[in-house]
């Protein structure tokens, strides 16, 4: 089974930039679309945005476009999620999956945005 290892997480002020990666043990080009999902303390992990494989079109819930851009290589098995603007309503923790998601969670990596 593919294990999925999130990392670039950190503490940054208000209008910072992080970037995000999600290290696949495994394969996961042949996965049709990949995620970034967030979760804060006492909610529903929600879904970020987006990439599908072979065309690499994107989509993003509407609170991030425009700030953040994600991206994929197949061949290295990494995802990314470039983070700017960030604003203190982004502090969650990161997790990757399939989209929708059908892979084990990740330990996720926080990202918290100071005001």
């Known amino acids: 089974q593919v294990q999925l290892v999130e990392s670039g997480g950190g503490l940054v002020q208000r209008g910072g930039s992080l970037r995000l990666s999600c290290a696949a043990s495994?394969?996961?080009?042949?996965?049709?679309?990949m995620a970034w999902y967030r979760q804060t303390p006492g909610n529903q992990r929600e879904w970020v945005a987006a990439?599908?494989?072979?065309?690499?079109?994107?989509h993003y819930v509407d609170s991030v476009k425009g700030r953040f851009t994600i991206s994929r290589d197949n061949a290295k098995n990494t995802m990314y999620l470039q983070m700017n603007s960030l604003t203190p309503e982004d502090t969650a923790v990161y997790y990757c999956?399939?989209?929708?998601?059908?892979?084990?969670w990740g330990q996720g990596t926080q990202v918290t945005v100071s005001a």
């Open positions: 495994g394969s996961f080009g042949n996965i049709d679309a």
């Open positions: 999956n399939s989209a929708p998601p059908d892979m084990g």
């Open positions: 990439i599908t494989r072979r065309i690499g079109i994107t």
